[in-house]
């Protein structure tokens, strides 16, 4: 179950998390905390990588707009499903604003 | 199979000391003559773990707790984002010691603290763990009443063989641990001179293996092991099943010398650094962690890699294995063991072979 998360949430990465890229199976995050781990596809990589407290998740969709062709419309609700995810589970923290 | 960037996993040896000398100890002899490598040392290279996504570390030894700079290190795995567990004999762990886990995330970050009880009376377990029993149940006991993740080991050697029963109640129903894990006294480290007194022969074996029938029977889910009799039992039953029906498992590799799994999981570190493919390769050194690229030697090094084309050995072409029935099923189990007793990781582990065991066993009336 996720946390609700809206366009202009904005979230950063949790610092204990670890993020391993693999070759071949895409990427893997370990939260040594809570023991869990998560399997990340591209998308869920990418917005991964740009969730570093200093854009809301709008930003974030925007920015895999303009980095891919043909990106269809239901990606921003994957993004922030992800998200809520994510962030309910501790890999992601949300913050108050946009820090610098 | 796809190879990790880096394993995930590792035991790290942190000291070659320890407070016991059990018979069966793979750290004895040669390996205490290493020397245990400063806390700077380790300190930076679990930096390096850090970088590379290690995400767990198995703390071993010789006996973790005898370092007295052990919570140093734990800390400095956490700092690093890693998960841990620790290997001890149990006889070091006291309410002050316990304590100290209370400390920042060091409970939060443990998986467990295995402590090794080979029998449910001082005079069957100090046979193999001398001067120990009363001291490690101790040791148990305090991690129970903290209400510690833990986890316990019975090694089953000639000593503990007719106690498993006792040593199985006294651990489940006495003092109530969840789950137990069992193993076998092993021909290596001083498990070599001592054989003849702690490894189980072929009968043995099998009373062993009744027996732990007997026990999973009696404790549903709570007995546990990847290796030694109750692990063999199980792919021995496997072995059967699929020579009868004609259908392999898909669980491990069938016909070929795919054991085992560990040289595509983890690496293994000595307590002075040496970087070997896993603790029942101790010999085969690929490196040390002051000196080589770690990455390097998880991708290239030669004998990483002759280990995983183990693989693709059929058993069939493996000498003394052409003519046996159970070719298309066996897959030769741990490398560790023929290497130590063989000279050649390419060999089966002598120890596992299912036909002669079953050799060694006709006509055995179990007394189990
Ligand atoms: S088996 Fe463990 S407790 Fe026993 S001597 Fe070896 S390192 Fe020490
Ligand atoms: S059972 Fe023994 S002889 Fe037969 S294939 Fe396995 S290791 Fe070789």
């Known amino acids: ?100 | 199979m796809g190879l990790q960037k880096f394993p995930q996993e590792c035991n790290i040896a942190i000291t070659g000391r320890c407070n016991l000398r059990c018979h069966y100890c793979f750290y004895a002899n040669e390996m205490t003559a290493l020397a245990d490598l400063p806390t700077a040392v380790w300190l930076s290279f679990f930096e390096e773990l850090g970088r590379l996504g290690m995400m767990r570390v198995c703390v071993a030894g010789g006996e973790p707790f005898v370092r007295p700079d052990l919570f140093e290190l734990i800390d400095g795995l956490i700092a690093n984002r890693m998960r841990y567990s620790v290997l001890s004999n149990g006889t070091l762990i006291d309410e002050n010691m316990l304590a100290k886990f209370e400390v920042g995330k060091r409970r939060l970050r443990l998986d467990y603290i295995q402590i090794s009880i080979d029998g449910s009376c001082a005079e069957i377990h100090d046979k193999s763990r001398p001067g120990s029993f009363e001291k490690a149940i101790r040791g148990l006991r305090l991690l129970m009443e903290h209400r510690f993740p833990m986890a316990v080991r019975i090694t089953i050697n000639r000593h503990n063989l007719h106690d498993l029963e006792n040593t199985a109640k006294l651990l489940l129903e006495d003092i109530g641990v969840p789950s137990v894990g069992t193993n076998d006294a092993m021909p290596i480290g001083s498990g070599c001179p001592n054989e003849p007194e702690v490894a189980l022969t072929p009968r043995e074996y099998l009373v062993a293996m009744k027996t732990m029938e007997r026990l999973r029977t009696r404790y549903p889910g709570r007995l546990t092991a990847t290796a030694g009799p109750q692990a063999r039992l199980k792919m021995q039953a496997e072995m059967e099943e699929a020579k009868r029906t004609g259908v392999k498992t898909t669980r491990w590799g069938m016909g070929y010398l795919t054991a085992c799994g560990c040289i595509f999981n983890k690496l293994d570190f000595l307590h002075d650094g040496t970087i070997v493919p896993c603790n029942m390769l101790p010999d085969l050194k690929l490196g040390n962690i002051t000196t080589d690229s770690l990455e390097e030697i998880w991708r290239d090094h030669p004998t990483l890699r002759a280990l995983r084309e183990r693989r693709f050995i059929a058993m069939r072409d493996v000498p003394g294995c052409g003519d046996c029935e159970w070719n298309e099923y066996c897959n030769g189990s741990c490398p560790g063991l023929a290497h130590q007793m063989l000279g050649d990781f390419n060999l089966p582990n002598p120890r596992d072979c299912y036909r002669r065991f079953l050799e060694d066993t006709k006509e055995t009336e179990c007394p189990a």
């Open chain 1, 1 to 100: 179950m996720g946390i609700d998360v809206t366009p202009a949430t904005v979230l950063r990465r949790n610092p204990d998390v670890v993020l391993r890229e693999e070759d071949t199976d895409g990427a893997l995050l370990f939260n040594p905390d809570t023991n869990q781990i998560r399997v990340l596809n591209a998308t869920g990589l990418f917005v991964w990588k740009f969730m570093d407290g200093t854009r809301d998740l709008g930003a974030v969709v925007a920015s895999f707009r303009e980095s891919f062709e043909e990106v269809p419309q239901e990606v921003e609700a994957h993004a922030l499903a992800f998200a809520g995810e994510m962030a309910a589970a501790g890999f992601l923290h949300p913050t108050d604003s946009p820090q610098a």
